[in-house]
């Protein structure tokens, strides 16, 4: 059981739904146990044959969820992560499992995620496994079916997605200063200040799955997503608070009604101006942003 945060980590990453990866590595778990005593024993490394089997229950995962997103109501979003000391109240939890905590660093950020949704299953599994994990691609072979080669070859493209994507780096600090004059013109109804803070080229994207209002197909254009968020502050309940939290470890913000979060907002900032920002909105993605 010692492994089970290392194969939760892989397995988020893997299918950017946390209750798909716990899944997983249940039913990891169900086919360790289902095997004797005698056959357990006779695995040399317990660690490696969880991280094989969890990846390979991955991989088929990844290409069934590829199907169900084509029948998904609006966009799919990975299912986005509070800090792991926040819930919905932002105060220190203490009596989470470790072996629950996903570590948070930059290959669990939202746009990270994005990112690897548009890589073929393969690839995610190699490059995950290989750059994020350590895993020699003698072992990735193992796991996907084909050979060493091939597999360095699979990493290879995902690494060219993933640098294609990737801004500039933008200190922490200024991220969080930048979402911050977001939410403090957003409230404010400040069009000029919203525009000024997105780029020109900006997109948003929503969440809702069919089980909540949203908008159902991007925006683009940071004048578009400035009158979008302005008609989202005219139609505001009165019991609708907009918090900062931190989002996969990025500063995002979170919107409460009665103290229970609704949506959860996701940012990409480059410089001083945010170039895509990520609204979920489906409640069945939000359930660790409201449990205690």
């Known amino acids: 059981m010692?492994?089970?945060?290392?194969?939760?980590?892989?397995?988020?990453?893997?299918?950017?739904?946390?209750?798909?990866?716990?899944?997983?590595?249940q039913e990891t778990y169900a086919r360790w146990y289902a095997m004797s005593p005698q056959q357990q024993a006779a695995i040399e490394s317990p660690g490696a044959w969880l991280t094989t089997v969890a990846s390979r229950i991955c991989l088929n995962?990844?290409?069934?969820?590829?199907a169900r997103r084509e029948t998904y109501v609006g966009?799919?979003?990975?299912?986005?992560?509070?800090?792991?000391?926040?819930?919905?109240?932002?105060?220190?939890?203490?009596?989470?499992?470790?072996?629950?905590?996903?570590?948070?660093?930059?290959?669990?950020?939202l746009a990270f995620l994005v990112v690897l949704e548009s890589m073929?299953?393969?690839?995610?599994?190699a490059f995950i496994?290989?750059?994020?994990?350590?895993?020699?691609?003698?072992?990735?072979?193992?796991?996907?079916?084909?050979?060493?080669?091939?597999?360095r070859q699979l990493a290879s493209s995902a690494r060219r997605r993933i640098r294609a994507a990737q801004p500039s780096a933008t200190p922490s600090a200024q991220r969080a200063g930048v979402v911050r004059e977001f939410k403090q013109a957003w409230e404010a109804k400040d069009i000029d200040a919203l525009i000024g803070l997105l780029d020109p080229g900006a997109t948003a994207i929503a969440d809702g799955g069919g089980l909540t209002t949203t908008f159902l197909h991007p925006i683009e254009g940071g004048e578009q997503i400035a009158h979008a968020w302005m008609e989202i502050a005219r139609r505001r309940p009165g019991n609708m608070t907009f918090l900062e939290r931190t989002v996969n470890g990025q500063p995002g913000l979170v919107a409460q009604q009665d103290g229970v979060t609704v949506t959860v907002f996701a940012f990409e900032v480059?410089?001083?101006?945010?170039?895509?920002?990520?609204?979920?909105?489906?409640?069945?993605?939000?359930r660790r942003w409201t449990t205690s």
């Open 61 to 66: 995962l990844l290409g069934s969820a590829r």
């Open 270 to 286: 480059a410089g001083d101006r945010i170039k895509h920002i990520w609204v979920v909105r489906n409640p069945d993605k939000l």
């Open 2 to 25: 010692s492994e089970r945060r290392q194969l939760i980590n892989i397995a988020y990453r893997l299918l950017g739904s946390l209750a798909e990866a716990e899944d997983a590595v």
């Open 75 to 109: 966009e799919w979003i990975p299912e986005p992560l509070p800090e792991r000391t926040e819930r919905s109240t932002g105060q220190p939890v203490t009596t989470v499992d470790p072996a629950d905590r996903i570590t948070l660093d930059e290959s669990v950020n």
């Open 120 to 125: 073929t299953p393969a690839e995610r599994v």
């Open 129 to 151: 496994l290989h750059d994020v994990f350590c895993h020699s691609f003698a072992e990735v072979a193992e796991i996907v079916g084909r050979t060493p080669a091939a597999c």
